[in-house]
């Protein structure tokens, strides 16, 4: 890899660490015993953080087209998951504290299904067809 790409792969393949790392926090039990309260969620910023990093370095260096895709992919899903899934949890809040108020209500009820499913759904398909596509790119570079 050249010179000027290498921390964008850097940031790539720390990405895929915590992202193999988020999911074996969701599917180990004994790490989702140890990763309890506030120190839960240091991965998913961590995640996040790595989104918008590669995001950032993908535009500014000078990536080819195809590979530039993927990796801009993997950026914006890994960044807007966790923006997603705040947000699905501030509108759900919404629509505790306006549930007496109907049309609020099914607004706000609306509103944090929406945000789930796009960082349930949206986000987690992007993030994987971003990382399968950057990776296949850059075994086939190499």
Do not use: D
Request: a positive charge; aromatic letters at 14%; charged letters at 10%.
């Amino acid at each position: 890899m050249k010179k000027k790409f290498q921390s964008v792969s850097i940031v790539f393949y720390a990405l895929i660490i915590v992202f193999i790392f988020l999911l074996c926090q969701f599917f180990v039990p004994w790490l989702n015993e140890m990763l309890r309260g506030a120190v839960f969620m240091l991965p998913m910023i961590i995640f996040a953080l790595l989104g918008g990093a590669l995001l950032f370095l993908t535009l500014k260096k000078k990536v080819k087209k195809p590979l530039k895709t993927y990796l801009i992919l993997a950026g914006a899903s890994s960044a807007g998951f966790l923006v997603f899934s705040v947000l699905h949890n501030v509108f759900y809040a919404l629509a505790i504290i306006t549930g007496n108020i109907l049309i609020l209500r099914y607004l706000m009820e609306f509103l944090h299904v929406g945000f789930f499913l796009i960082a349930t759904l949206v986000c987690l398909i992007g993030i994987l067809i971003g990382m399968i596509g950057s990776i296949i790119l850059l075994i086939k570079k190499k």
